[in-house]
């Protein structure tokens, strides 16, 4: 009889344990994805990213905030260049109108970044031996870090920890997460006067000290020796899994401070694979924004609908949402429209409208009443 009697008490405690282990998780992602969590079949959530100047005053980021939300916008992606002090002062103000405030950082792609250019070991080395410190690919702003190395992963994990314990913020969302572009999108070739068909030592990173000799040490072969390593399959899984190891500590960095991951992605799997090599179906994340920028690649409004439903199915049994990103510039207001309505069709739980300051009046008549 005791021995029942302690086995039942026992029992519920722990019945109560979990209980209350269960109320927390569920409280914890309450807060964050409010308007996804409630009544997802219904709710279709609108987010827009904006760049933050810290010489603006706070009525002035107020007035945009206000129009934000008047306009049907749920959730805000603010690029504060990872300082968390500006993104505090910015989340009440935000808050106020009710707006989700989302942390957006450059993550391995980190331009003017002052501790970074302290130690120009850090940044990827081409195939052709340039380091982005101080010959990056294609723009000026392209200062790409090794994601190998322990100190340049350590440095971005310390950011996205910053970022993740400002109060109020719902997650902390990745952009730039992959290594530098092998393939541009084809719209932007011309304006480089390139002609990508293969890939190009210029383009191809990272071939640094650490990295070749990691791959090395587990695979026996070095791919600097290889006539073609773009058909060298080990050596291109190894810098997949080196994006991915990025986030999946990120994920666990974030979510220790009860907060969510989010990322800015190439279009579909399959496609940031090829041109940025980033797989992002197979990482920890909460959500994906995949910019699915028509324009960029030559391709009509019929295209976003497909590409949103590739990456839809391919995160079929994952927990990751996926809201699609769409590039406002030059698109007619019955153009974004249909974009809108091809992403809610092939599933996206929301869209994302990239930015904020360029969305036109017009464009937000159709926003504001795709909303009603
Ligand atoms: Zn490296």
């Known amino acids: ?11 519920s405690f722990l019945k109560r ?66 300082n968390p002090k500006l993104l505090e ?27 970074a250019e302290q130690h120009p070991e850090w940044y990827a080395v081409s195939r052709d031996g340039k380091s982005c410190f101080d010959d990056p690919p294609y723009v000026g702003y392209y200062k790409w870090m090794c994601p190998t190395r322990k100190e ?26 992959r290594y530098s572009d092998i393939f541009l999108p084809i719209s932007l070739l011309p304006k480089y006067d390139l002609k990508q068909e293969t890939e190009l030592p210029r383009y191809d990173f990272c071939y640094c000290d650490v990295c070749v000799s990691e791959f090395e040490k587990i695979h026996h072969k070095n791919p600097k020796d290889s006539e073609n390593p773009s058909i060298d399959m080990e050596w291109k899984n190894f810098r997949l899994n080196k994006v991915k190891a990025i986030v999946d500590e990120a994920y666990d960095i974030v979510h220790a401070n009860n907060k969510m991951l989010t990322a800015a992605v190439f279009p579909y799997p399959e496609m940031a694979d090829h041109m940025v090599r980033q797989r992002w179906d197979k990482w920890n994340v909460d959500a994906v ?18 590409a949103t439903g590739q990456g839809v199915s391919d995160l079929k049994g994952k927990e990751t949402e996926l809201h699609t990103g769409i590039y406002v510039p030059n698109m007619k207001p019955e153009e974004l429209k249909s974009a809108m309505q091809a ?19 017009e464009q937000w008549e159709i926003i504001s009443s795709f909303k009603d």
């Open 89 to 115: 002062r910015l989340v009440p103000l935000a808050k106020k109108n009710d707006l989700e405030v989302h942390a957006w950082m450059f993550t391995v792609n980190r331009p003017g970044d002052k501790i």
């Open 289 to 306: 924004l995949p910019m699915i920028y028509h324009s960029f690649y030559n391709e009509e409004i019929d295209w976003i609908g497909y």
């Open 152 to 177: 340049s992963k350590a440095h971005i994990l310390s950011l996205v920890e910053g970022l993740a314990k400002v109060e109020g913020v719902a997650s902390v969302h990745l952009d730039y997460i």
């Open 1 to 11: 009889m005791v021995n029942s009697k302690q086995e039942q008490s026992s029992m």
């Open 17 to 82: 344990f979990l209980f209350l282990v269960f109320i927390a998780s569920i409280s914890c992602c309450d807060e964050v994805f409010a308007q996804t969590d409630v009544n997802s079949e219904k709710v279709f959530k609108f987010w827009t990213w904006i760049t933050a100047d810290e010489k603006r005053t706070n009525e002035s980021f107020s007035e945009d905030f206000e129009k934000y939300s008047r306009n049907g916008i749920d959730a805000i992606l603010i690029n504060t260049y990872a």
């Open 343 to 361: 992403a809610k069709k092939n599933g996206a739980k929301g869209v994302a409208l990239f930015d904020g300051p360029a969305i036109t009046d």
